[in-house]
């Protein structure tokens, strides 16, 4: 089945720094999406990308897909408190999802 | 709108037991699936139901049984519990619409065996 794994595993950065999660397989994927779990939740879809190249937008995040469709990211802009979570990203018919990357942002 | 429901919230099992977990979907959504998630690692996928039948299984051992119910409320079974089933168990929803279906995740049921 298709693997994706993400890097880094964890990122501290202090409110206001960037910050940036990268989801790798080593196949050609379907799609890609997007997860954000808070600490003690769960998973909350975020974005689904498609297309080869594929740029969206929301608010400070912005998501890429790569042009072999075998990469993704996700980069948040000037990071807040809120940001606070664990970012997964999901391939196929939402079977497999990555590693995740716990981000901590320090006040 | 109610979203995606689970019961028990938490549950204390033994060695050898066998646990149920039960989910209703989100009002219209034909499709459940089963995630485990380990702290510390994604949810790893367990089973695929779609209008009561399976469509997808993980590599989990034939311990773990799944069924979905005609109104699209499912449960999961896991038999003969291991200390290594620990974990929290989320259920998700997604509405019709093929590959890319956003799925929305319950609250989860957090089972610790002992």
């Known amino acids: 089945g298709q693997q994706v794994m993400q890097i880094p595993q964890y990122q501290h950065v202090q409110e206001g720094e960037d910050f940036t999660t990268y989801c790798n397989s080593s196949t050609t994927l379907s799609n890609i999406q997007w997860y954000k779990q808070r600490p003690g939740g769960h998973p909350v879809f975020l974005i689904q990308?498609?297309?080869?190249?594929e740029v969206k937008k929301q608010k400070r995040l912005t998501f890429q897909f790569g042009e072999a469709k075998k990469n993704s990211s996700l980069h948040i802009t000037a990071t807040q408190t809120t940001d606070v979570g664990t970012y997964f990203c999901?391939?196929?018919?939402?079977?497999?999802f990555g590693t995740g990357t716990s981000l901590t942002v320090i006040p | 709108d109610a979203g995606v429901t689970q019961s028990p919230t938490h549950l204390i099992k033994t060695r050898g037991q066998h646990v149920t977990l039960r989910c209703s979907p989100i009002s219209g959504h034909k499709s459940v699936s089963w995630y485990q998630q380990v702290l510390g690692q994604g949810p790893q996928f367990i089973f695929q139901?779609?209008?009561?039948?399976?469509?997808g299984r993980g590599n989990f051992p034939d311990r773990f049984s799944a069924r979905q119910f005609p109104n699209y409320s499912s449960e999961l079974n896991v038999n003969a519990l291991l200390l290594g089933d620990s974990a929290l168990y989320l259920c998700?929803?997604?509405?019709?619409?093929?590959?890319?279906?956003?799925?929305?995740f319950g609250n989860g049921t957090r089972l610790t065996v002992t």
């Open positions: 139901y779609y209008e009561k039948e399976e469509r």
């Open positions: 999901a391939t196929g018919n939402q079977f497999y």
């Open positions: 998700a929803s997604s509405p019709p619409g093929g590959l890319g279906s956003p799925l929305h």
């Open positions: 990308l498609v297309k080869s190249g």
